[in-house]
């Protein structure tokens, strides 16, 4: 089918509802059940629940472009959350079926597709994840436009605020401007979570590299490790904090003067996470809750404080600059 043989003289359009006077179920329902921290649904009732017509002046231009791209975002963030919640659970459960011996003596069930099902999850987990925390730096761009380098709304990335963060703040002089002050209050909420000193140190930049393998080499990335527990009858599964880690650089053929098994408890320590893939993923995502609560938080005192400033053109000039459109109309038939 191709859309010229579609009517194009369209009288009238059925669609959901732009305008709402109450909060949506799916946000009810996110918020109840903790999937989206309290301040993400503080700004969406703040925002009068994303409805059309309801931009702030500093969000308002001729076309809608501005109100209803934060909009979008706003909802990017509740959705992706929402996705790697919704698959933590599948996640779990596909990879307590995945075989290991114990499971076999034990005679407790195990199933032959769950180690890929498994693999599927966690692939989808750590990519909805990220794109809940780069849907936030767009709200950044929006908001505090220009002031965090490499940000800019469009192309809004969390690595420019990852790398941002690394770095402490100027002091502050005699005269400081709102953005200023809420730029001031987002570093401070999240530079602890981003970038702690203790044994989660890196955990952002590790779940980067995993989500950009998965995305540019598949699923062959997420190489596991299953080690029995010391007292328990059952294994666990740890995956690297490496790229690339090639286990087999280890083998070594029976004879070969080169093997050495007592540094095999090393070798796992230097090269696995120290906690069981399960674990690491439910942290995961409670991290990148966090994070994006407290942004958030801060986030909701700007928009209400920039609601009656002039509408912010510079966003919108950098939305128009990034704004891509492509010749591509259809694929020729195959003769």
């Keep these: 089918m191709l859309l010229d043989n579609c009517s194009l003289d369209i009288a009238g359009v059925s669609i959901a509802p732009f305008v709402h006077s109450q909060a949506e179920s799916d946000w009810i329902q996110a918020r ?14 703040r925002a009068n629940y994303l409805s059309f017509g309801s931009a702030p002046r500093f969000l308002r231009d001729d076309e809608n472009v501005l109100f209803t791209y934060f909009a979008l975002i706003v909802r990017s963030i509740k959705e992706s959350l929402a996705d790697a919640d919704g698959q933590l659970p599948l996640f779990a459960e596909q990879e307590n079926l995945t075989y290991d ?15 890929k099902k498994a693999r599927k999850h966690f692939r989808d987990i750590v990519i909805s994840l990220q794109a809940a925390l780069d849907a936030m730096s767009d709200v950044v761009a929006l908001l505090l436009t220009a002031l965090v380098p490499g940000l800019t709304v469009g192309r809004a990335q969390f690595t420019s605020i990852e790398n941002w963060l690394l770095n402490a703040l100027p002091e502050m002089g005699f005269v400081v401007s709102p953005a200023d002050h809420h730029l001031r209050n987002f570093h401070g909420a999240l530079q602890p979570l981003v970038h702690p ?137 195959t003769q």
């Design 101 to 115: 011996p114990i499971k076999r003596f034990k005679g407790e069930p195990w199933s032959p597709d769950a180690d």
């Design 197 to 333: 000193s203790g044994s989660d140190r890196e955990w952002l930049p590790l779940m980067r590299l995993l989500r950009n393998k998965v995305a540019h080499l598949g699923q062959p990335l997420f190489r596991e490790v299953g080690l029995p527990h010391a007292t328990e009858e059952r294994a666990y599964v740890f995956v690297p904090r490496q790229w690339p880690f090639l286990y087999e650089r280890h083998f070594r053929f029976k004879g070969d003067p080169r093997s050495d098994p007592s540094r095999i408890p090393q070798m796992l320590r230097e090269t696995l996470m120290h906690q069981d893939i399960i674990s690491f993923a439910q942290g995961l995502r409670s991290k990148v809750r966090d994070v994006i609560g407290g942004g958030v938080a801060v986030l909701t005192r700007a928009y209400l404080d920039f609601a009656d400033f002039e509408p912010n053109q510079a966003a919108l000039a950098q939305l128009q600059a990034n704004s891509k459109s492509y010749g591509f109309e259809y694929f020729a038939e």
């Design 32 to 45: 109840d059940a903790g999937v989206i921290p309290s301040s993400l649904f503080d700004l969406y009732l």
